[in-house]
């Protein structure tokens, strides 16, 4: 071959492989020539190397030779015009002809852009314009070879890139370099040879560097190896910052250079600073100013660098100029080429001069330097000069010393000297030197005295003097330093001595050095410690006021005051009082003195003899205090409440002490009492009465009541006078319910008393119930016209107007019936009140009276022979209340006739039918018509305003409802508005007409309305109506600038024209400015400045000649200010979600001002989308996420445009790969958690339970979550199916119980959208979800080389499960065909990659390794974990070296990739453990562990495993029982170990579940081994077969099973034909029981599958391959012998236990299959039903559901026959109730009060109305759950009590028949008994401060139980008032605030319940 063609081959194997490691095994390159023609692969390159899209729409799968040349002019243009690359004599038609050269420098330029240059522009432009010519670029061959000769050992040149490198010995020494110790040179196997060599260490370079071989070992080992391609496997040693070379030179300069944190070999550098630190790093203070160098001045600074590096450094070439060096063009290679020889240079050895000489020193002292360092040719020379100039002279002393000469000089004068040393006339380094000489003093004959030497005080000046007479000429410097060593200011001045002020400023020891000529004088240093006596704290009573006889103490801590000694001295009026002073710890005293006499008493407190604290104190001491002599007056309270309670309290006689006071109230609690404290003792006690009530007011004096407190204060007399009644309002209609209101708040407490009757129908019963707090509603229901009195009492007394009168009528429109002389038949429909038709027409009876509904006639057939005779018949029928109603006689078409009475008013009418005067049998009868019952799906809602319309706030809005076909009832309308109430918003219901109605709504505010429309007291269809309200058009004006409002007037003139603004809020005014508007002669501009920069709605009054004009005053609004920091948002704190999960978040900005709210979303790729946002219309938004793929997800919010707090919101997103639901199924891979989120209700017991179809019980666990619901957990490591269960107080939650399938790992989840990789050779389960609906495509798998074999699990829906292992590296497809056509998305593509595995990474667990060096016995295994992670693809392998063998070595991994290593041998001793991730050892291996001996028991049991089927992939289990055996550990191996995985769970009472899962076939040994001994018959031999493949199994066609067929048995053929070896089994099942089918071989792969012919019914056959379904199974049988079989059948349903009168009821019946007929019979004690049957969709085959409504209460028999013959259970017998309605169960929510614990809580239930029932109570408590006693005391009234268990909140459910009573639940609290040592008060409200100041304390009760926190201040001036308020964020933290206005002492006392709390009263002296 031709050198020619070499070079080429060469090259394009080398450029290929590039191309290919680029590629990363996606669209591998082949030929390089060819397979760039259609431009497809060189585009994937391309936008693989710069990691951009090309921007064109390419043609991916390119047919014709135009899409091939467009793809190509794609790429060209791509890498012209975007990425820079220039190209002569290069385009895309070489490329499209395979022009071999052409294409080789096409991927040449691709190899100098990404890999040389690191994707820097390669054309460079200037002017913006691209050269015509550009200037080549400096070629890679220059940087490259200089980095090498750089890193290269010196005794390994190199000179080139081409022949040096065919040696292997350079390549060798390049990879050594790189790792040091990776090639084993000194080893004996180490070839010599070149080819070898290379080789090897290629594969070195490609496992330990990640370098690829890119180029072939023999390719390089020739005499001239192609350039270009040793330049390219070169390049990746040193270019780019993940090659090996890059990452070692950074590695070692950060190590010399920290300071400095580099990071690149480019712009760290440009400035020169860095580079000037690392010659400075290597020669030491050869540029010491590096850091101070400018930057701007980059290339003076690395010149400067470059130039002392070659001076005084070795071993440096400079190959790079300081222009490009500070260049930003210039590449990182070139860069690292120079700076690589730094790592081998060492400081050239210099002269250096040192010694005494040449530092500062005294005058006429001899003294010397030397000079060291090598002279060798060089001449040395010496000078020094006098301050004067003068030359000094000097003599040079011989020394022993090498390369040393020592100079010796005498300096004479005083003055800086200079000493010039020089060396050939050059001076050596730091020369010249300039030392200082100064005259010779005595500074031990100077002396310091004065206090400040020993004492001073902090911030005052200390001072002391200094006599320097005697110590010669000099000068004195003083130096004091803080305790902290910092130097603090002195001043020095000359008088007849040194006078010396220094002032310290904190307290401690002071260091004061004082120098005389920069000496110590005589005891210098000295030491002063500084005090500080104002930070001397006292505190306690004892200095604020006193008691005769009773000790008076304080407190003195001088802790911060500095060290000294406490004196305390107490002056009383007369006397001195003796005053103790105890030291308890350091730093502090207690202090006690007992005063004698009243009067005033003078403290002082000293330290250190000064003035302490705020010394001296004054304290007032008086007589001991006596509640009994305080004198009350009072309490003195208005009438009817209006104004405050006063008491007024002489304490002038009662001693010292607090006067303290709490007023409560049944209804509105504790209420705030105000004490103020007056002059000569009085106090003024007054509370302002929140309403009317009994109030109890308490006084205390020194914690005792007060003469006469308690104080009970009534001021809510009950009055009846004050009762207000609407009412009583009768129906519109006539007859129906009568409603009064009464209004009771202004009544006081009192009982409320109301009766009703009628003058003809007596007394009547009434409803009462309370529809707001004091305000009842009496209703009672008028069934006929009657004039009826209401009366109402209240306390027994007649309420203003009682009794009240109203007269009910029968209605206008009932009253026009009755006149009518002619009645049709039809003037009711019979299905105007029921949708599904009529009730039963069949009169019912009780106690002889006949009930019927309105609208269904009564019928009498009339005898023939009274037809046919003479005889005169009559019949007439008569209301009790509505008079007679017509008879009508009917004839029927046969000519009979009957008689029909069709009332249409409810009534009791009795029927009378006279036959020649006299009256027919059976005759006069009563017949009741009632009114038909609600049906308020009736209901019909119309005229609502249309989507276009706008609907302004403020404006009313109108819509009817029609319930002329809803039957009896009454309307209610409830509106809701946005902020969740009916606040502002007007509503009213208008009667029109019969049952016809006019609802007229005016909203309030802004936003979106809910309109609630019930029919007797049910929703109707279409409620609630929902109302978007927009506010009202007012003009809007930014805060902060005028208002500018323009008006057309015509013929008006400005000075005609007044006005003026009026603020809403304060009513304020303006005026307004008045101007002309240019260019239009008839429009006026007015203007004002808004008051203040006040926002809010101001009114525009404009006037025309002091006339209003049309549409003043007009409106405008100024917007607030925007204030982001008030926008408030909801739900997006710490927010963890899974991928799709939407989450919902609330903005509320309704405090925030003015501004447009923005809200975006960040993906965890960068990209911004959109969310959906709803604006409420009130400054509020609602707002719904769903992250679309995992990571961290950021919600930017602005309001104003600034961001909002907490913006932008952190969601983190998990991957939702681990669940796959399909159907009701959900798919989860082995060892991956389940998470499902119980919505529950606090208190609510949740459980969960989880069972395998064949591993029996797992584990779910649950746990409670910060915000009160839970989440329960399920997670399982074993395939199976699963039924999942969670329940919320034993009831399933929705979608519970749900099905759960485990695959085994690995299991990936793919959208079918985005491309997965997998790991090559590697089993994996893969999840699909596509877009078919066929439910049996062609599923194959192709790899780069063919197809795959996969196992497909078909879920349904286009999902499925394939398994199957990867084969090799690169792109794989999943081809999915539907009828031989591609589905939509196929083929769908996956990635096989191997992921190097790094054994460094790997490591045994801390905790265990210390567990592992403890000796173990010989039953007990070796167990510790290793972590894996971040280790790559790899296994893990552990070997065990001693006297046994591993009789079991057990590793499993889990999801986090921690391994867990088990370890038992066969014999005791010590083990060696060789630890290897992916054959390389992990960290610290290998591992000694060593075994003990142990007491082994004789193993007396066996097992037997000739009748087990062993089938590979299959596991069998089975069970052991060692309990009789004694102590040991079961162990179960396999021979050869791949033969199979076993497991061993231990399980209760000493048994095992063994799992042997068969891996290849073949005969094996399984040895079951306890404590080490084998049990009888181990080692068992065992065969392990191929397990079937049950889906090339199938049924053969039908005319084949024929011939097989026998006369008792039905028989079917299956084919077993490709499915391997395996076992057939076949059964079939129903409803009831299971039956085996007879399974035989018939011939080759041909089964034969029968069953006995004499079944009946329906049956599912499973066949099995192995336990695997074959294709089709189960199958659907119905048997059907002509006979049907009722006892086959079985009935099921709640509507066969029990029924509600009026609801329909249903149940299921369950048939053989057979064609034969259900019937079904209900009857009632009143009524006969058809009931309806059907068969349900989905259903199974003969399965029927019946429904049926009763219409009445009471007992039903249901009769169920298939054909006429009774199934099982029948007849059933089912009880119909009346359905009750627990809205009707009034609660009285006043008795309802909060309790403490200890008493039982008890109130009243009402249930009169609703109907029958059972009343049951449940309370939630903190942790557990009471059940309440329900005590019935007759006529419906219960009454409720339950004794709390705990402290805490109760949320409390009443049920009536199992649901909630209106206001349930309600929450109330328990409290615990008062604890006032458990409260604590903090803050700096408690420290002493000056006036003015505004303390504040934090008082915490939450431990504290029960009480009534009260806090009172007194002060120098009385008593005043605090304030108190809650925390809003913590419970039961009060905050309180007080302000001292005058300097004096303060007492802050607080009381729980009445009792001081530790520490009060609080003592606080202000100044």
Not at 1854 to 1869: A, C, L, T
Request: with cysteine.
């Amino acid at each position: 071959m031709s050198s020619d063609k070499k070079w080429v081959m060469t090259q394009k194997k080398a450029f290929t492989n590039w191309c290919n490691d680029r590629l990363k095994g996606s669209d591998r390159i082949e030929d390089l020539y060819t397979d760039f023609e259609d431009g497809v692969k060189l585009i994937k390159l391309l936008e693989i190397l710069s990691k951009k899209s090309i921007g064109y729409k390419y043609h991916k799968k390119p047919t014709k030779s135009i899409h091939k040349s467009e793809n190509l002019d794609f790429a060209f243009k791509f890498m012209v015009k975007t990425e820079h690359i220039h190209m002569e004599n290069l385009g895309p038609e070489d490329v499209e002809k395979r022009i071999d050269k052409q294409i080789l420098g096409l991927i040449w330029h691709l190899i100098l852009k990404y890999q040389f240059y690191g994707n820097q522009p390669t054309e460079p432009a200037q002017g913006g314009k691209k050269n015509k010519k550009p200037p080549k670029p400096l070629s890679p061959k220059i940087p490259l070879l200089n980095w090498l000769k750089a890193a290269m050992p010196n005794d390994i040149p190199v000179h080139n890139l081409k022949s040096d490198w065919n040696d292997g010995e350079h390549l060798a020494t390049l990879v050594d370099t790189m790792k040091p110790g990776c090639i084993p040179k000194n080893d004996p196997t180490w070839p010599d040879e070149p080819v070898a060599m290379t080789q090897q260490t290629m594969d070195i370079a490609e496992k330990g560097l990640g370098i690829p071989h890119i180029i072939a070992a023999e390719d390089l080992c020739v005499d001239s190896p192609d350039e270009l391609s040793v330049m390219t496997y070169l390049s990746y040693y040193c270019s780019g910052d993940n090659s090996p070379g890059y990452n070692r030179l950074l590695e070692w300069v950060r190590s010399k250079i920290p300071e400095y944190n580099i990071t690149n070999f480019t712009d760290d550098w440009r400035d020169g600073r860095a580079l000037s630190a690392l010659v400075n790093a290597i020669d030491e203070d050869s540029i010491p100013e590096h850091a101070s160098l400018n930057p701007a001045h980059g290339v003076e600074n690395v010149s400067k660098a470059m130039s002392i590096a070659d001076s005084q450094l070795t071993g440096i070439q400079r190959n790079i100029t300081p222009e490009a060096f500070s260049s930003p063009s210039t590449d990182a290679l070139l860069m690292m080429g120079y700076l690589e020889w730094f790592r081998k240079a060492v400081p050239k050895r210099t002269l250096q001069a040192g010694g005494p000489g040449i530092a500062d020193g005294p005058v006429g002292e001899e003294t010397y330097f030397n000079v060291k360092g090598p002279l060798e040719e060089g001449k040395l020379g010496v000078s020094i000069i006098d301050p004067e100039g003068k030359s000094v002279a000097f003599e040079e002393i011989d020394t022993d010393e090498e390369d040393c000469h020592t100079f010796m000089f005498t300096p004479t004068k005083p003055g800086q000297h200079i000493i010039n040393i020089e060396k050939d006339g050059q001076p050596i380094k730091k020369s010249p030197f300039k030392p200082n000489f100064y005259e010779k003093t005595l500074p031990n004959l100077c002396h310091a005295h004065g206090p400040g030497l020993e004492k001073a005080i902090v911030n005052r000046p200390a001072m002391f003097e200094v006599d320097c007479s005697k110590g010669g000429p000099g000068d004195l410097d003083v130096i004091v330093a803080n305790p902290l060593g910092d130097k603090i200011p002195s001043n020095v001045s000359w008088g007849k001595e040194y006078e010396v002020e220094y002032t310290p400023t904190r307290v401690g020891p002071h260091d004061i050095a004082v120098l005389y000529n920069s000496q110590h004088i005589s005891g210098s240093p000295f030491t002063s410690n500084a005090i500080n006596p104002e930070k001397v704290v006292v505190k306690g009573d004892g200095i604020y006021r006193g008691t005769i006889g009773i000790p008076a103490e304080f407190n003195v801590n001088t802790e911060e005051a500095g060290p000294g000694k406490i004196v305390v001295k107490v002056q009383g009026p007369f006397q001195e009082v003796p005053c103790s002073v105890t030291p308890t710890e350091i730093d502090e005293y207690d202090c006690s003195y007992t005063p004698t006499e009243i009067g005033n008493h003078r403290v002082e407190v000293l330290f250190s003899g000064e003035l302490a604290g705020k010394s001296p104190y004054q304290v007032e001491v008086k007589q001991p205090p006596d509640a009994s002599k305080i004198i009350v007056d009072g309490p003195h309270y208005p009438e009817m409440a209006n104004g405050p309670v006063t008491l007024r309290c002489d304490t002038s006689n009662a001693g010292d002490s607090e006067l303290l006071a709490d007023c409560h109230s049944d209804k509105y609690g504790y209420v705030m009492v105000d004490v103020e404290e007056g002059w000569g003792g009085k106090h003024d006690i007054s509370f302002d009465p929140p309403g009317r009530d009994l109030y109890k007011l308490s006084v205390y004096w020194d914690g005792d009541h007060v003469p006469g407190s308690p104080f009970d204060i009534d001021l809510d007399p009950a009055d009846a006078n004050r009762v207000k009644v609407d009412g009583p309002h009768k129906n519109p209609e006539g007859l129906g319910p009568v409603r009064t209101v009464i209004d009771c708040r202004d009544a006081g407490d009192g009982s409320l008393e109301v009766t009703a009757a009628g003058e003809k129908t007596g007394p009547v019963d009434l409803d009462i119930r309370e529809k707001e707090p004091r305000v009842y509603e009496a209703v009672f229901n008028a069934t006929y016209p009657d004039l009826y009195n209401v009366d109402v009492k209240f306390e027994g007394r007649d309420v203003p107007g009682s009794p009240f009168q109203v007269q009910v009528d029968l209605g206008e429109e009932m009253v026009q019936m009755e006149e009518l002389d002619d009645v049709e038949s039809s003037y009711m429909p019979q299905d105007e009140w029921f949708k599904d038709g009529p009730p039963s027409p069949e009169p019912t009876y009780e106690e002889g009276i006949a009930e019927r509904f309105i609208g269904h006639p009564l019928t009498f057939e009339v005898d023939k022979e009274l037809e046919e005779g003479s005889v005169s018949l009559r019949a007439s029928c008569v209301g009790e209340h509505a008079g007679e109603i017509p008879v009508e006689t009917v004839t029927s078409p046969d000519g009979s006739s009957y008689l029909k009475i069709d009332p249409r008013v409810p009534d009791l009418y009795e029927v009378q039918v006279m036959a020649g005067g006299e009256m027919v049998a059976e005759f006069p009868m009563k017949v009741r018509f009632i009114a038909p019952p609600p049906n308020p799906s009736k209901v019909k809602i119309y005229d609502l305003p249309t989507s276009e319309e706008k609907l302004v706030a403020g404006d009313p809005i109108s819509y009817g409802v029609d319930a002329k076909q809803a039957g009896w009832g009454d309307i209610y309308v409830k509106s809701i508005g946005p902020s969740g109430h009916s606040q502002n918003s007007l509503l009213k219901v208008n009667y029109k007409s019969d049952k016809d109605y006019k609802i007229d709504y005016t909203p309030g505010a802004a936003g979106i309305h809910k309109l609630h429309i019930f029919w007797n007291k049910v929703e109707v269809p279409n409620s609630p109506v929902l109302l978007e309200i927009v506010p009202k058009d007012v003009p809007l004006y930014q805060y902060g600038s005028p208002v500018v409002m323009e008006m057309r007037l015509p013929n008006v003139k400005p000075k005609e024209v007044s006005g003026h603004a009026i603020f809403q809020s304060n009513k304020k005014k303006c005026k307004l400015n008045i101007e002309k508007v240019k260019d239009d002669s008839d429009a006026l501009k007015f203007s004002f400045k808004h008051l203040d920069n006040q926002p809010g709605i101001y009114e525009v009054h404009v006037f025309n000649h002091k006339v209003t004009i049309k549409g003043s005053p007009f409106e405008v609004r100024v917007l607030e200010p925007p204030q982001a920091n008030n926008v408030v948002v909801q739900g997006l704190q710490g927010v963890q979600c899974m991928v799709e999960d939407a989450l919902e978040f609330l903005v509320d900005g309704t405090k925030a001002g003015s501004g447009e709210f923005l809200v975006r979303a960040e993906e965890p790729n960068g990209d911004f989308s959109q969310l959906k946002v709803i604006d409420m219309k009130d400054n509020t938004f609602k707002g719904v996420y769903i992250p679309r793929g995992p990571g961290d997800h950021l919600i930017h919010m602005k309001w104003a445009d600034v961001a909002i707090p907490g913006s932008p919101f952190l969601i983190k997103a998990g991957p939702a790969k681990d669940t796959f639901t399909v159907k009701d199924v959900v798919l989860l891979e082995a060892g991956s958690p389940l998470d499902i989120q119980v919505f529950n209700r606090h208190g609510d017991q949740v459980e969960g339970t989880a069972e395998g179809a064949e591993t029996g019980q797992a584990d779910v666990s649950v746990h409670e979550n910060p915000d009160g619901t839970h989440t329960a957990t399920f997670q399982a490591d074993r395939s199976d199916t699963y039924t999942v269960s969670v329940k919320v107080n034993r009831s399933d939650i929705d979608g519970s119980p749900m099905k759960v399938m485990v695959l085994d790992k690995p299991t990936v989840f793919s959208d079918a959208v985005s491309i997965p990789k997998l790991d090559v050779g590697m089993p994996v389960n893969y999840v699909m979800a596509t877009k078919t609906d066929d439910p049996d495509p062609s599923i194959r798998i192709y790899s780069q080389h063919g197809q795959i074999p996969v196992n497909v699990v078909r879920l349904g829906g286009g999902k499925f499960v394939l398994n199957f292992k990867p084969v090799e590296v690169g792109e794989h497809f999943i081809q999915i065909a539907s009828g031989h056509q591609p589905i939509e998305d196929s083929p769908f593509k996956f990635v096989a990659e191997v992921i190097l595995p790094v054994a460094s990474k790997c490591f045994v667990l801390p905790e265990d390794l210390g567990r592992m060096s403890q000796p173990l016995t010989g039953s007990q295994p070796c167990t510790f974990r290793v972590s894996t992670i971040n280790a790559g693809s790899g296994a893990l392998n552990v070997t065990a070296r001693g006297p046994g063998e591993a009789e079991k070595m057990i590793i499993t991994e889990d999801e986090n990739g921690v391994n867990t290593v088990l370890f038992q041998p066969t014999e005791d001793g010590k083990y060696v453990l060789d630890v290897f991730w992916d054959e390389e050892p992990i960290e610290d291996s290998p591992f000694v562990v060593v075994f003990e001996g142990s007491n082994r028991t004789q193993v007396l049991t066996g097992l037997d495993f000739s009748n087990v089927q062993f089938r590979v992939g299959k596991p069998v289990k089975f069970k052991t029982h060692t309990d009789e055996i004694g102590d040991g550990k079961l162990r179960v191996k396999c021979q050869p170990k791949s033969g199979a995985c076993i497991s061993v769970k231990e399980l209760k009472h000493n048994s095992q579940q063994i799992t042997i899962l068969p891996k290849t076939p073949g005969t094996h040994k399984i040895f079951v081994t306890h404590g080490n001994q084998h049990i009888l018959g181990s080692p068992f031999e065992v065969v392990f077969k191929e397990c079937g493949d049950a889906t090339k199994c199938h049924l053969i066609e039908e005319e084949e099973e024929e011939e097989l067929g026998e006369q008792d048995k039905i028989t079917f053929l299956v084919s077993t034909e490709g499915a391997g070896p395996g076992t057939l089994a076949a059964s079939i099942k129903n409803n009831i029981t299971t039956v085996q089918a007879d399974v035989k071989p018939v011939k080759q792969d041909v089964y034969s599958v029968s069953i006995d012919a004499g079944l009946t019914g329906l049956y599912m056959m499973h066949i099995k391959y192995d336990d695997v379904h074959i294709q089709g199974s189960p199958f659907e049988l119905v048997f059907d012998n002509g006979i049907p079989d009722a006892m086959q059948c079985r009935a099921e349903g709640e509507g066969l236990i029990s029924a509600l009168e009026n609801h329909q009821a249903t149940f299921l019946v369950h048939t053989d299959g057979s064609d034969a007929e259900l019937i079904v019979k209900i009857r009632g004690e009143f009524e006969k039903i058809d009931p309806v049957i059907f068969r349900p969709e989905n259903s199974q085959h003969g399965t029927y559901e019946i429904g049926y409504t009763p219409m009445f209460s009471g007992d039903y028999i249901i009769e169920i026959y298939w054909e006429d013959a009774p199934i099982p259970g029948s007849p059933f017998t089912v009880t119909s109730y009346k359905a009750s309605d627990p809205s009707q169960v009034i609660l009285d929510r006043t008795s309802v009060k909060d309790t403490i614990m200890g008493r039982a809580f008890s109130f009243p239930v009402d249930t009169k109305g609703a109907g029958k029932g059972n009343l049951t109570v449940l309370a939630y408590g903190p942790t557990q759950v009471t059940k309440g006693e329900a005590l019935s005391k007759g006529n419906g009234l219960f009454a409720v009590t339950f004794n709390p268990p705990e402290p805490g909140s109760y949320m409390v459910h009443i049920h009536w028949n199992g649901q909630n009573i209106p206001g349930s639940p309600f929450k109330m609290n328990v409290s615990a008994l008062p604890l006032p040592e458990k409260v604590r008060v903090t803050g700096p409200g408690l420290e002493d401060g000056p006036a003015g100041d505004r303390g504040h304390l934090i008082i915490d009760t939450k431990q504290a139980g029960a009480g009534t926190l009260a806090v009172r201040a007194h002060g120098p001036r009385g008593a005043f008032k605090v304030q108190m308020e809650r925390d809003p964020q913590i419970s039961r933290r009060v905050h309180t605030h007080y302000n001292p206005t005058h300097p004096g002492c303060y007492t802050i006392g607080v009381t729980w319940s009445n009792i001081h709390v530790p520490g009060s009263p609080f003592r606080i002296n202000i100044s």
